[in-house]
């Protein structure tokens, strides 16, 4: 990265959240968005984020040069746990790099779950992310919001939901299978997926759950109904480790659409 910088605002609590975005000078303005309340008693809210021309941010697995947003709750009171739910990103060609991640404006729908269904949640924490264009900076924006009552339905926040990848099952997958062997520095993966088609050219996204553990951009033939993604998992200290394949999340990339693959056999 050419610059590393940092910009920090408050977003306004739920109930004024549609009339008060945080603005960090003409690259990205953010803001909550006001949900609902579900049948089990946690909550759904989105964190929008509006980027100027050009400009970008990343999605949980960034790709070659990006930066992968994270976020930090400890702050909040009533909070089990915040679930992000991603929708489809888009893949960028950043100076010879593939990177992963959004352009122009996306909600990152928010699932909130309470330690008390029947009390109001205080969601303070902060979210720390890449927005980059020729440059990066590094965002941090600090959230305060009560989330509490009904709520209303957002139709935008509804479209981000529905901009999910597809299952396994709704895209028709079939045997998902993994091959390991020795790598020079790591452990070689080669995934073979049974499945249709998502569109054009495919990019396949492997993670693990172990944030020591960094995976390579996979090269992805297709031949058929078969994807073949092939990538070498390295840990960061160098030495050997175990690798869990049903563990493994591979995420199809296509023009027409995505797919979210949770594991993989031997």
Not at 26 to 36: D, Q
Not at 183 to 204: C, N, Q, R
Request: aromatic share 6%.
């Amino acid at each position: 990265m050419a610059l590393l910088g940092s910009a920090c605002a408050a977003l306004m609590p739920v109930a004024s959240l549609a009339e008060s975005p945080a603005t960090f000078g003409t690259t990205i303005s953010a803001r909550l968005v006001e949900g609902w309340r579900l049948p089990d008693g946690s909550h759904m809210a989105g964190l929008e984020l509006d980027l100027a021309p050009g400009w970008k941010t990343y999605w949980r697995a960034p790709g070659d040069a990006g930066v992968p947003p994270s976020f930090d709750w400890r702050g909040s009171r009533n909070l089990d746990r915040v679930e992000v739910m991603w929708p489809t990103p888009s893949i960028f060609d950043s100076g010879g790099y593939q990177t992963i991640g959004y352009k122009d404006r996306v909600i990152l729908p928010l699932r909130i779950y309470p330690r008390d269904d029947a009390a109001p949640v205080r969601l303070e924490g902060e979210v720390e992310l890449g927005v980059c264009q020729e440059t990066c900076m590094l965002t941090t924006l600090d959230l305060d919001g009560a989330v509490e009552g009904a709520g209303v339905r957002s139709a935008a926040l509804a479209a981000a939901l529905a901009d999910q990848p597809y299952t396994a099952r709704e895209a028709q997958v079939g045997r998902v299978s993994c091959r390991i062997a020795p790598g020079e520095d790591g452990i070689k993966l080669t995934a073979e997926i049974e499945m249709p088609s998502t569109g054009g050219h495919e990019v396949a996204v492997i993670e693990t759950p172990n944030p020591s553990v960094w995976v390579a951009p996979a090269q992805t033939t297709r031949s058929g109904r078969k994807l073949v993604a092939e990538t070498e998992l390295i840990h960061n200290s160098g030495k050997p480790f175990a690798l869990d394949r049903s563990q493994l999340r591979i995420t199809v990339l296509g023009k027409d659409h995505a797919v979210d693959i949770r594991g993989c056999a031997g």
